[in-house]
Structures are given as C-alpha cells and as structure tokens.
C-alpha cells in the first residue's frame, strides 16, 4: 500500500505510541508485509527467527519488537506488539468502507458492458469496456476489472486476506487494504472466490481462464493465458508465470512459483517451486513420467511380497 503524502518517521511512531531509532524526517512512502515490501515501505517483525528476514528486506523502516542496532540507511520503531501496531496503521490509512450495494460503488464503468442488476459493488472499483457480469457477483472495494471479461455467477472478487497472528487468547485478524487487479480478457467461472492483496494486489493477467469453485488467495499473481480447472486451491503469495495450466482440484501451497508453461494434473499438491514447460502429478508433486513409474512399481508389489513370502 502506498502512502499519499509520504509520511515520516516521527509521524509514524506517534500514530501508534512508538520509540524509534533514525532521522525523524526520514521517508516512510508504504506499507507492505513481508513478501511485497518495496523501498521507502514499512514492514512488520516480532519474532527473532524472522529479524534477519525484515532488517534485509528492501523495506528501509523496521516496525520491530526488540531494541536493536540501527541498519545503516533504515530507521526502526520499538514496538510491544508490532503486528497490533502494524494493524493500527494500515486502518488509519486505509479504514474499511461497507459495500455500497448493487453497483452503487463503481467509480468507472467502461462502455456496452452488461452488469447484472443483482451485482454488488463496493467502493473503489472500475470495470472496462464490454464486460458482462452475471448474477450474485459481489465485488468488494478496491477491485479493477478490465474489458472484454466474463464474471459468472455468485462469484465473490475481493475479500479479506485470510492472514491471522496468533495469540495466547486466539487469532488477530491482520487487516486487508490491498486490490485486485484483473486483466482484458479474463474469464472467471461460477462460485469463485479471489482475496485482495493483504497489502498489495492480487493479480491475474490478461487471457486467463478459471473455471466454477476456485479459489485465489491474497497477493497471488497470476500470469497471463493460464487456464485453471474446478476447485483449484491457491494460497496466498504464490506467483504463476504465463500459460500455466493447473487441473481439478490441484492445491498450491503459499509462497512458492510455478514458471511459464507447467502443467499439474487433477488432484495434485503442490509444496515447492515447478520448472518451465514440464508436467507434474501427485502429492507432493513431482515430474508426471517419474510420478507414472513409481505408481507402476507399486501396482507389482503385491505380487512381488507374494513371491518372497514375506
């Protein structure tokens, strides 16, 4: 999320009550979470296990819940509880705004679209030129669809993060301002369901297909000509390259990248990084012609423990 003016330090860590260690004019130009800070952002960490992560991330300001030496070029703030904080800031920023209903919200409506009279906009959306939007569709706030797209019925595009800090007494919920941004040309299908970006955006690009029941998690980007079958599962700040084809039912875990040109057969799970252009199976996946022989191995071990009379 960017922040319109850039703020300062010193203005930062009066909102929340803060200590900090830097220049007090010094930039402080977004808000991001760990996986899509940019320089000028200002990044969460509360555990020792992740401080290297944040204090080398592009992130130049460390909201942080130890008192440590500076970085050179960053400014830290001392926080007790920095996820808390970090949710402090993102509300006063970016405050959640109620869906307006049926298509009250939209800012920007491109030219002969055919939007259902059922539809539901929130605030801060656009559509492009002739695009048709079916039925029970609900878009949240801060969604960008482009033309020529096709949004079938009862589809939801822009919930919450499903991002959660753990705490003694439950689970705090981390707070979503980030968009989604959609492509020309897209198709997505029945009963689907695409989060914002937590902080960032969630992205599908131009060409992509997605059939009925799947689900897209916050801050996932999605590259251009996929094509994704029924009940797909995608976590949150996973990156799919070009032309990418996932089967039914294939489960992607987060933070992970499948490059151009994969394809995962029905019912696969996926838990690392995929190469380009080969074809995946099985849970974990692996190459589909490796997966086809241990399945061939295992159809002749019945026989085999029959024959050693084990």
Not at 50 to 58: D, G, N, Q, R, T
Not at 65 to 82: G, Y
């Amino acid at each position: 999320m960017k922040l319109s003016p850039p703020q300062t330090l010193s203005s930062i860590a009066l909102l929340i009550g803060c200590e900090y260690d830097g220049d007090p004019d010094f930039s402080v130009t977004g808000i991001n979470e760990i996986h899509k800070v940019v320089s000028g952002d200002i990044v969460f960490v509360d555990h020792p296990k992740y401080y290297e992560k944040a204090l080398s991330s592009a992130a130049t300001t460390i909201l942080i819940n130890q008192k440590i030496p500076r970085p050179e070029k960053k400014a830290l703030i001392f926080s007790e509880n920095p996820c808390s904080d970090f949710n402090k800031l993102t509300r006063h920023f970016s405050p959640w705004r109620m869906t307006a209903g049926r298509r009250g919200g939209i800012l920007l409506e491109g030219k002969d679209c055919i939007i259902h009279e059922s539809v539901v906009v929130g605030a801060d959306c656009s559509i492009g030129d002739r695009t048709i939007i079916h039925p029970g569709v609900v878009l949240y706030e801060n969604v960008h669809i482009g033309s020529d797209c096709i949004i079938h019925a009862n589809t939801v595009i822009g919930s919450d993060a499903f991002y959660y800090k753990s705490r003694p007494g439950g689970r705090e919920k981390m707070h979503t301002c980030g968009r989604v941004e959609i492509g020309n040309n897209v198709e997505i299908g029945a009963g689907c369901t695409i989060d914002r970006g937590l902080t960032s955006d969630t992205r599908i690009g131009e060409g992509t297909k997605i059939d009925n029941h799947v689900h897209i998690g916050h801050d996932t980007v999605i590259g251009k000509n996929c094509l994704f079958a029924a009940q797909v599962g995608i976590a949150g700040c996973v990156v799919i390259e070009d032309d990418v084809i996932l089967w039914g039912q294939v489960g992607v875990a987060s933070d992970i990248l499948i490059r151009k040109g994969a394809v995962v057969l029905a019912q696969s799970g996926l838990s690392k990084d995929l190469d380009a252009g080969k074809t995946y199976l099985g849970s974990p996946a692996g190459e589909a012609r490796t997966k086809f022989r241990e399945i061939a191995m295992i159809k002749k071990l019945p026989a085999i423990i029959e024959k050693l009379d084990i």
